[in-house]
């Protein structure tokens, strides 16, 4: 078990240096820009933020033998494993905070997946931005507690 976590835990910490650029990369571009081009190059961000946040999720629920088994609905309920304390297994990676902002990026994802057209509604990209934002103050503090407890699960073993 030492192997698996001490790989969850490298994963985790790969995976959230791409959070870090990624954010980088939003917090050079304007807050609400009005123009075409860069309102797709938001929305290209915010999918891979989301995206980068759900594998995180993902390698946690594999790790835990916690996986989705429903494949209809499965980003929504994997999202949704990692906000709650799953007795004797692990604790909640997300706070209830974190979870709202990232639901919304994920809704986002969806659509952004799913849309052929160029325009985004301006009111609704900047409501996914306010939340990735939200998320950007948070996030750390929420997936290092869940650092810690697999420290402390090395540390018995």
Same mark, same amino acid.
């Given at each position: =078990? &030492?192997?698996?976590?001490?790989?969850?835990?490298?994963?985790?910490?790969?995976?959230?240096?791409?959070?870090?650029? %990624? *954010?980088?990369? /939003?917090?050079?571009? @304007?807050?609400?820009?009005?123009?075409?081009?860069?309102?797709?190059?938001? $929305? *290209?961000? /915010?999918?891979?933020?989301?995206?980068?946040?759900?594998?995180?999720?993902?390698? %946690? $629920?594999?790790t835990?033998? &916690?996986?989705?088994?429903?494949? +209809? #609905?499965?980003?929504?309920?994997l999202?949704?494993? =990692? $906000? /709650?304390? %799953?007795? #004797?297994?692990? @604790?909640?990676?997300? #706070?209830?905070?974190? *979870?709202?902002?990232?639901?919304?990026?994920?809704?986002?994802?969806?659509?952004?997946?799913?849309?052929?057209?160029?325009?985004?509604?301006?009111?609704?990209? +900047?409501?996914?931005?306010?939340?990735?934002?939200?998320?950007q103050?948070? *996030?750390?503090?929420?997936?290092?507690?869940?650092?810690?407890?697999?420290?402390?699960?090395?540390?018995?073993?």
């Open positions: =078990m &030492n192997a698996q976590i001490l790989t969850l835990k490298a994963e985790i910490e790969a995976d959230l240096q791409a959070i870090g650029e %990624i *954010y980088s990369l /939003l917090d050079r571009l @304007p807050a609400l820009p009005s123009d075409d081009e860069k309102q797709i190059v938001i $929305a *290209y961000y /915010l999918h891979n933020l989301y995206s980068a946040f759900e594998s995180i999720f993902q390698r %946690i $629920a594999t835990f033998e &916690n996986q989705i088994s429903d494949q +209809a #609905g499965w980003h929504a309920d999202l949704r494993r =990692m $906000a /709650l304390n %799953i007795e #004797g297994i692990r @604790p909640p990676v997300l #706070g209830p905070a974190a *979870y709202e902002g990232l639901d919304e990026l994920r809704r986002f994802r969806h659509l952004f997946r799913s849309a052929y057209r160029v325009h985004f509604d301006p009111d609704r990209l +900047a409501l996914v931005i306010k939340k990735a934002r939200a998320v103050d948070i *996030y750390r503090e929420d997936i290092g507690r869940f650092v810690a407890f697999l420290d402390d699960l090395l540390a018995v073993s």
